[in-house]
């Protein structure tokens, strides 16, 4: 199950280089599909893009 605070985590954490998706997902305790289904507009390429990261975050609900 993902929440919105799992959600915003997962995307601090691809802002960090060394992290993978394989990684964070183990980490929030769900599958690789499930932080995919739940970070649809999250490309690759966006991981090199802080603009677009914070674009997303931005997008998030309030804590």
């Given at each position: 199950?993902?929440?919105?605070?799992?959600?915003?985590?997962?995307?601090?954490?691809?802002?960090e280089p060394n992290r993978t998706m394989?990684?964070?997902?183990k980490l929030l305790g769900v599958s690789r599909s499930t932080l995919y289904s739940a970070l649809p507009g999250l490309i690759p390429a966006q991981?090199?893009?802080p603009a677009a990261l914070q674009d997303r975050l931005t997008q998030l609900p309030p804590d």
């Open positions: 199950m993902t929440t919105p605070e799992k959600v915003a985590y997962a995307l601090q954490l691809l802002a394989t990684s964070i997902a991981r090199d893009d």
